[in-house]
């Protein structure tokens, strides 16, 4: 099972940041915090992932919390293209496998 | 470099016969994993091959199976569909099994009729 929450569904003006949270209120200290997203009729695509810093790079940017027990991607400007469902997955740091664990994800939409 | 490419894009099957998915990673990687997406249970881990080995296996039943060859191409089979197999099958590819970011392909849309 998914170790994640996050809204079902989110509307973001274009333009405007989209911030998207999620809650992983059981992470433990050896999980990473990963975001992907799929745009309607493509397979997800990585974003980013931090294990208790913020991290930022030319997408997005990843703000957790103190505890970790929840995070928040931004997307400083939200594009029409950005319009696309965002998953938020914990991940074991020493994970030696490629298995990913998707929740339900957000449906991001960004209007005009 | 070209992605990974998955194919065939469609397919339409009728319930009880076998199908076989392909998969070709992105070149120099040679981990491959497969998911299965229907609109019900969301994306799913079906397997995952490194080496022509598979190391990691979801919760499927044993009609589901998959093989790597050793240019790190991958196969699905599924055999004896069911209506409930319909769903997007889709393939990531990293250099190594745990790699940060997996590439996904745009995947196969399976309808079984």
């Known amino acids: 099972d998914a170790k994640t929450t996050q809204p079902t569904s989110m509307d973001c003006a274009e333009g405007r940041a989209a911030n998207l949270p999620c809650n992983h209120s059981?992470?433990?200290?050896?999980?990473?915090v990963y975001w992907y997203r799929q745009i309607h009729s493509q397979g997800p695509q990585y974003i980013i992932h931090g294990l208790k810093n913020n991290e930022t790079n030319e997408m997005a940017s990843l703000i957790i919390t103190e505890d970790r027990k929840s995070s928040t991607l931004i997307l400083p400007h939200a594009t029409l293209r950005d319009t696309a469902v965002y998953y938020c997955?914990?991940?074991?740091?020493?994970?030696?496998?490629?298995?990913?664990?998707f929740g339900q994800g957000t449906e991001l939409s960004v209007k005009p | 470099k070209a992605g990974v490419t998955q194919t065939p894009r469609y397919l339409i099957k009728t319930r009880g016969q076998q199908v076989t998915l392909s998969c070709s990673p992105i070149s120099g990687h040679r981990s491959v994993s497969w998911y299965q997406q229907t609109p019900g249970q969301g994306l799913q881990f079906l397997f995952e091959y490194f080496s022509e080995t598979q190391r990691n296996k979801g919760n499927f039943p044993g009609r589901f199976s998959g093989r790597q060859f050793s240019n790190s191409r991958s196969e699905m089979n599924v055999s004896t569909l069911e209506l409930g197999d319909s769903a997007l099958y889709l393939c990531?590819?990293?250099?190594?099994?745990?790699?940060?970011?997996?590439?996904f392909g745009q995947g196969t849309r399976l309808t079984v009729v």
């Open positions: 059981t992470i433990s200290g050896n999980e990473y």
């Open positions: 997955i914990v991940r074991p740091v020493y994970n030696q496998g490629g298995k990913l664990i």
């Open positions: 990531a590819s990293s250099y190594n099994p745990g790699d940060t970011e997996a590439f």
